[in-house]
């Protein structure tokens, strides 16, 4: 049986990769997470009883902890999610970027090496270290740009896009110096189920339905491409399956949106849902619609402008494709989060987490 290590993986995007790898696949599934403010042992609850599912409490920046994970298990495949991932927090403290990020990422190679140069030739044959990085590592586009493709020059803004090119380099230098057979996906923008409400898409959908501000940064023109968590979780799946070692892969929605646009769309959704007429948080502030809510506030430092996925090499050597269009991406992700607000109050205090509190 193929053994996976799923690092990160009570966070966002790991918790619905853990969901696909289990559903998709016939591999045991340990997930390993230091359960830090965005990775929540509630967002893996209905999976504690599946067999083929572990859980174990670690720091991937602890080389003990993470040398007895990879001495017990004993993996055949390990997927790193693990990191500091919201832009706003790596400014205000950059350094537990650099210790998950970068830190954290080089403990994993180390013990993926070691593990590596004991197995037969057989074991080496199916071994994977798939590493899960953003497209913010290529910096940003102007307007009329072409975007990013795997060749794209590193050029990051903030401290996290920083860290995360810093560890994308340690992945290919580990696959170049020591033959490791290391993968890396570049994903766009992801949302759907389990974000951390601090992110923008979350972050709107639950300030509007209680009728607060909603933080926009600058004009809100910036330019995001988003991808449906589901559809990247699938095509980090196809990447283990098909993609060579030593290649980078970007995945991307070919969904760009500027960040009012996306704001706006989530008011109207949320009308659908919770009309403001009936709203008596609005009532109370004057508000007699959502978009009434939308505020702009000082832009973030070092705010890149637009990023966008060219993700051709995906589609064309992994048979992968999105499969949701935003429209129906995000009309499912308001659904979810308005239906799940137990969730939403367990895991967030619902006020503003470094600067504005909006993502990226």
Request: with cysteine; charged share 25%; hydrophobic share 40%.
């Amino acid at each position: 049986m193929e053994r996976m290590i799923v690092t990160g993986g009570a966070g966002f995007i790991g918790a619905n990769f853990v969901r696909a790898a289990l559903e998709q696949t016939e591999a045991e599934v340990v997930v390993f997470d230091k359960l830090t403010y965005a990775g929540r042992r509630e967002n893996l609850a209905e999976l504690e009883a599946e067999a083929r599912f572990r859980f174990v409490l670690g720091d991937v920046a602890d080389r003990a902890a993470v040398r007895r994970l990879f001495a017990e298990v004993r993996p055949t495949q390990v997927v790193n999610f693990a990191a500091e991932s919201h832009v706003d927090r790596s400014i205000d403290a950059p350094d537990d970027f650099v210790r998950t990020n970068v830190h954290g990422t080089f403990e994993l190679l180390e013990a993926a090496r070691a593990l590596y140069a004991e197995l037969p030739p057989a074991a080496r044959s199916g071994f994977r270290f798939l590493h899960v990085s953003t497209d913010e590592v290529y910096g940003s586009l102007g307007p009329a740009e072409a975007p990013f493709t795997e060749t794209t020059p590193y050029d990051p803004s903030s401290p996290y896009s920083a860290t995360k090119a810093a560890a994308d380099h340690l992945v290919q230098a580990y696959g170049r110096t020591y033959g490791l057979p290391v993968l890396i996906t570049n994903c766009s923008n992801n949302y759907g189920p389990f974000q951390f409400p601090e992110k923008l898409i979350p972050l709107m959908i639950l300030n509007a339905a209680e009728g607060r501000d909603l933080p926009v940064y600058g004009d809100g023109g910036n330019v995001r491409d988003w991808i449906y968590v589901a559809d990247h979780c699938h095509g980090v799946l196809r990447a283990l399956a098909a993609g060579r070692p030593g290649e980078k892969y970007n995945l991307g929605g070919r969904a760009e949106r500027t960040n009012l646009e996306v704001v706006e769309a989530i008011c109207d959704l949320v009308e659908e849902r919770l009309p403001a007429a009936g709203n008596e948080a609005l009532r109370r502030r004057g508000a007699k619609s959502y978009r009434q809510l939308i505020t702009f506030v000082d832009d973030r430092p070092g705010h890149d402008w637009r990023y966008a996925i060219d993700c051709r090499k995906a589609e064309e050597e992994l048979g992968w494709t999105p499969r949701h269009d935003f429209a129906g991406g995000l009309r499912r992700t308001v659904a979810w989060y308005l239906d799940n607000l137990d969730w939403c109050r367990a895991v967030h205090p619902r006020q503003r987490q470094g600067l504005a509190g909006v993502e990226r």
